[in-house]
């Protein structure tokens, strides 16, 4: 039987299994910052598309507005090379406006510079609902290695279970909401009013999924600390193992004598 099949102290996930891991709100934040890039990586996915659209306002002209927009992501994401810092979002908002870059320039429409994006946010915000309504919520498993609980929150801890599924929810609804608001400017609205509503949208809804998923992991109860238990039954079963070589030799030794 592993870690991730023992049944739980508790029923509610709250006994001496899940509270001799439990990492409390601090180790919350810093999961949550890590998963989702903090401030700075939601900045550094907002700002080229600021400044594609502000090039486009004053300039209309695709190319250059493509151009600087795709530069200035490269230099972010050399920015946190030279920093040593993680470049997971760095390069995903590098990948993501080149793209964008390229519908813009091979279509002559400066609208198709954001629906690459558009299209992922819907995509993901529909992924988000299939998998709260299926009980495989995915930001339990985004977080859950994060915490060090892997996927023993969908057995073990039942509390956690329900804040993940309600995490999930709110991540989708809230991006359902934005590409609700976004896809008819996209349809009927010009480049211009698409680009400034997408600046707008882009970092505030990120912060109310964060803050909502941080409410609803602070009142769940602590996650079960796979990880520790894993290296506990290992150094157990090391110490096993050298005590059966002790009583070979010892068992020898007394065959000699």
Not at 12 to 19: C, K, L, R, S, Y
Not at 56 to 84: F, M, N
Request: proline fraction near 6%.
């Amino acid at each position: 039987m592993t870690s991730l099949d023992k049944p739980a102290a508790g029923v509610d996930g709250t006994g001496p299994v899940a509270e001799a891991g439990a990492p409390g709100p601090t180790v919350t934040d810093k999961a949550l910052m890590e998963a989702f890039g903090g401030v700075r990586g939601m900045v550094d996915t907002t700002v080229p598309g600021l400044v594609f659209v502000l090039v486009y306002t004053i300039r209309r002209d695709i190319h250059l507005a493509a151009v600087a927009a795709l530069g200035l992501s490269v230099l972010l994401a050399l920015a946190r090379l030279v920093r040593r810092e993680t470049l997971k979002h760095a390069f995903s908002g590098v990948f993501g406006v080149g793209i964008g870059a390229v519908f813009a320039m091979m279509s002559g429409d400066a609208k198709n510079f954001y629906l690459p994006g558009m299209l992922y946010t819907l995509g993901l915000a529909v992924a988000y609902c299939l998998s709260a309504m299926l009980r495989f919520p995915l930001i339990g498993v985004l977080l859950g290695p994060l915490m060090r609980e892997n996927l023993s929150w969908r057995t073990r801890n039942p509390g956690r279970l329900a804040a993940y599924t309600k995490a999930t929810w709110a991540w989708g609804i809230v991006l359902l909401a934005k590409s609700a608001i976004l896809f008819p400017i996209y349809f009927w609205g010009d480049a211009t009013q698409l680009g400034w509503v997408k600046v707008a949208l882009g970092i505030p809804p990120l912060l109310l999924c964060v803050y909502l998923t941080y409410v609803f992991l602070a009142k769940a109860p602590p996650p079960i600390d796979v990880i520790a238990e894993m290296e506990a039954e290992e150094a157990a079963e090391a110490e096993r193992k050298k005590e059966r070589e002790r009583e070979r030799v010892a068992g020898e030794a007394r065959t000699d004598s």
